[in-house]
């Protein structure tokens, strides 16, 4: 059965505000985005947003280029797909996971924005990327983002920057950064070596991380 984080209720209400003050240096990591899916996506050319979530994973493209391409936001949350359906009428929202999309090569661009680190790496990581994989047309780019797992012996200061980080810049209390950290430990996150190799092994023809701070990174792949 494929794995689903739900989001629903008050944390399908927040998760945008919540999310922006969670992952260091988010407006710019979306500015990022919105620039390579520029860069790599051909006019009228079709992005599928995997766990688009409200929308923010497209909102900063649609600032810069708001009629340039075809978007389509795909979340298994109800909840999620409707607050991305107020705010983005125009656009194309599915309510599903990418399994049950058409197997079939449409899309040139793909983007998977802090969601792998919620998949077991038990078969499930690498079942999304094939999936995606499917989906692409040849030569289509794949923008990966997500939270990876440092190395041991880095991991102690790490954490110690990213609650000093949440605390000075982003106002977070004590406790609320202990319980954030906590739940940080318990998310299925890996080292950034295994990302090349599950991508390799979904079929992508080649990546380059493009990006990494505290414990972000991000990651590029083409079919």
């Given at each position: 059965?494929?794995?689903?984080?739900?989001f629903?209720?008050e944390?399908?209400?927040v998760?945008?505000?919540?999310?922006?003050?969670?992952?260091?240096f988010y407006?710019?990591?979306?500015?990022?985005?919105?620039?390579?899916?520029?860069e790599?996506?051909?006019?009228n050319?079709?992005?599928l947003s995997v766990?688009?979530?409200?929308?923010?994973?497209?909102?900063?493209?649609?600032?810069i280029?708001?009629?340039?391409?075809?978007?389509?936001?795909?979340d298994?949350?109800?909840?999620?797909i409707?607050?991305?359906?107020r705010?983005?009428?125009?656009?194309?929202?599915?309510?599903?996971?990418?399994?049950?999309?058409?197997?079939?090569?449409?899309?040139?661009?793909?983007?998977?924005?802090?969601?792998?680190?919620?998949?077991?790496?038990?078969?499930?990581?690498?079942?999304?990327l094939?999936?995606?994989?499917?989906?692409?047309?040849?030569?289509?780019?794949?923008?990966?983002?997500?939270?990876?797992d440092?190395?041991?012996?880095?991991?102690?200061?790490l954490?110690?920057?990213i609650?000093s980080?949440?605390?000075?810049?982003?106002?977070?209390?004590e406790?609320a950064?202990?319980?954030?950290?906590?739940?940080?430990?318990?998310?299925?996150?890996i080292?950034?070596?295994?990302?090349?190799?599950?991508?390799?092994?979904?079929?992508?023809?080649?990546?380059?991380?493009?990006?990494?701070?505290?414990?972000?990174?991000?990651?590029?792949a083409?079919?």
């Amino acid at each position: 059965m494929e794995y689903v984080e739900k989001f629903e209720g008050e944390r399908a209400k927040v998760y945008e505000r919540r999310i922006g003050k969670m992952i260091p240096f988010y407006s710019g990591i979306m500015e990022l985005v919105a620039i390579y899916l520029l860069e790599k996506t051909p006019k009228n050319g079709k992005i599928l947003s995997v766990g688009c979530g409200t929308g923010a994973d497209f909102k900063k493209l649609l600032e810069i280029a708001p009629d340039k391409f075809s978007i389509t936001g795909l979340d298994p949350s109800p909840e999620m797909i409707q607050q991305a359906e107020r705010k983005f009428p125009h656009l194309k929202f599915v309510c599903s996971t990418i399994s049950e999309l058409p197997a079939i090569p449409e899309y040139d661009s793909i983007t998977l924005l802090f969601v792998l680190h919620f998949l077991p790496d038990d078969g499930a990581k690498l079942s999304i990327l094939k999936e995606i994989h499917s989906r692409l047309k040849p030569n289509g780019s794949f923008i990966l983002f997500d939270l990876f797992d440092p190395e041991p012996e880095a991991r102690e200061e790490l954490f110690q920057n990213i609650k000093s980080y949440l605390k000075n810049f982003q106002g977070w209390e004590e406790e609320a950064v202990e319980v954030y950290l906590k739940r940080v430990f318990e998310l299925h996150r890996i080292p950034k070596e295994r990302y090349e190799t599950l991508l390799t092994e979904a079929g992508f023809s080649g990546s380059v991380q493009k990006f990494e701070s505290l414990h972000v990174g991000g990651w590029i792949a083409v079919k």
